[in-house]
């Protein structure tokens, strides 16, 4: 559902932007990448291929949104590859804000979710779900991220302002 609820809002927001969607808006990872276990991927070229392909387009994208920062490490790569600069060229969003974001050059702009709170009624909810299994129904909760701007993103090209960041 989070995944399908992230397609819809993104689909949304190039709507009400007045900017078409197509299929091609989207980088799918290969299947394996949902099977194999983290040490076995090679986080600096994960997505890397699919960024190249996007990228290389006629009609590229002035910005990615990277489904879990991890990812940005692979779109970072083929934007050098291209010569591309970020954030003058391209703008790139993680998901997590994970360490590694300050590691990225620049910084990866992040969507920090408040894991110590998801982590923390996910385990209470179970705990009650172990002491009562009967008594326990599933349940759905949102949480709200939080935007932790970097040097990663700049204004797009028709804000009428520098694509580079103050």
Not at 34 to 61: F, V
Not at 64 to 88: C, T, V
Not at 117 to 129: D, F, H, R
Request: proline residues 10%; hydrophobic residues 40%.
């Amino acid at each position: 559902p989070v995944v399908q609820e992230r397609y819809a809002g993104f689909r949304k927001a190039k709507q009400d932007c007045g900017l078409p969607f197509t299929p091609w808006d989207l980088i799918h990872l290969p299947v394996q990448y949902t099977y194999l276990p983290l040490p076995d991927i090679q986080l600096n070229s994960l997505g890397y291929e699919e960024a190249l392909h996007l990228l290389s387009r006629k009609n590229r994208p002035t910005a990615i949104f990277a489904a879990f920062d991890e990812l940005a490490l692979g779109i970072y790569h083929a934007a050098r590859k291209l010569h591309m600069e970020i954030p003058g060229d391209l703008s790139v969003i993680g998901l997590n804000d994970a360490e590694m974001c300050l590691l990225c050059n620049p910084p990866l702009t992040s969507v920090r979710q408040p894991l110590d709170i998801m982590v923390n009624q996910a385990v209470n909810y179970l705990v009650q779900y172990l002491a009562k299994p009967q008594s326990c129904t599933p349940f759905q909760k949102k949480f709200p991220g939080m935007l932790v701007l970097r040097q990663s993103v700049a204004a797009p090209p028709s804000a009428g302002g520098t694509t580079k960041p103050s």
